[in-house]
């Protein structure tokens, strides 16, 4: 496996790491329901991106949870973090998660080939 060098970024308040190559990134502009930021960070060598969205949030963690069931999550806890996970079209993966009073969404590479990474390894890494 190579060396995982990259940048600290912190979206909303919350910390993440991202892995060498992803420096580009863009503000998505929402007009949902909930108050927060969404970046996304592009690597333009492999054309892969990693899309983070972070919102201030009061709502209850069991429904949150309740609901990513559902719809197909499955419960997952990486770094401590108990969130749900799962497999999306187009070989992504979608990782959420509550932390005080932040709402983590996360979409990923199921597999970022240029570090070696499957999903769960870049979720460790991204999640501090």
């Known amino acids: 496996m190579t060396s995982h060098s990259g940048n600290d970024v912190t979206i909303n308040g919350v910390g993440f790491h ?6 580009e990134s863009k503000l998505v ?4 329901s909930l108050e927060g930021e969404c970046y996304i960070y592009k690597n333009n060598e492999d054309h892969q991106y990693i899309q983070i ?3 201030n949030s009061e709502k209850d ?4 949870y309740d609901s990513l069931s559902r719809h197909g999550y499955s419960p997952e806890t990486i770094n ?3 969130g749900y996970g799962k497999l999306s079209y187009g070989l992504r993966y979608g ?3 509550i932390d ?3 709402y983590i969404v996360m979409d ?3 597999v970022y080939a240029e570090q070696e990474m499957q999903h769960d390894d870049l979720l460790s890494y991204l999640i501090k």
């Open 18 to 23: 991202l892995p060498a190559g992803f420096d």
């Open 61 to 64: 963690k069991s429904a949150v």
């Open 100 to 102: 005080n009073d932040k």
């Open 80 to 82: 401590g973090k108990d």
């Open 53 to 55: 969205g972070v919102y």
């Open 108 to 110: 990923i590479p199921y």
């Open 29 to 32: 502009d929402e007009n949902g």
């Open 95 to 97: 990782y959420c998660y």
